[in-house]
């Protein structure tokens, strides 16, 4: 739902917009993206009476994840270099870009599992935002 002056709700009563970032790395987030997307998708259907909702799939680079030398080691150095080249340099204009398309899309709601970009883009686009993690 959107923060502002008003009521504080979505522009539509009869469906929300989600975005709903996703790290492509590493099979645990896909798996609790769907777990999280399934269930959000059920409550939707049981309480908003929404009959067939739409999704529209977008790929954006707004992380790296993790180096990984080989399957089991990661390269701290190399993940800290990845970094600083996908999300530190280019973080003005990545949040800029994502402001622009929540509000293009009129998002009420942002999830992001672990792209922590988002939820700036989202606080910056005046909209409320939750991350998602299974890290303890």
Known sequence: MRIDDNEGVSASSKHLVFAYYVTGHG???AT???EVFLLTLS???SFLSIQSPRLKIR????DCGAVQADALTVDRLASL???VETAVVPRAEILKTEVEWLHSIKADFVVSDVVL???RAAADAGIRSVCVTNFR
């Open 43 to 45: 409550l939707s259907a």
């Open 59 to 62: 790929k954006v680079l707004l």
């Open 117 to 119: 970009v988002a939820c």
């Open 81 to 83: 270099e990845k970094y």
């Open 27 to 29: 099979f645990g987030h």
């Open 32 to 34: 609790r993206v769907v």
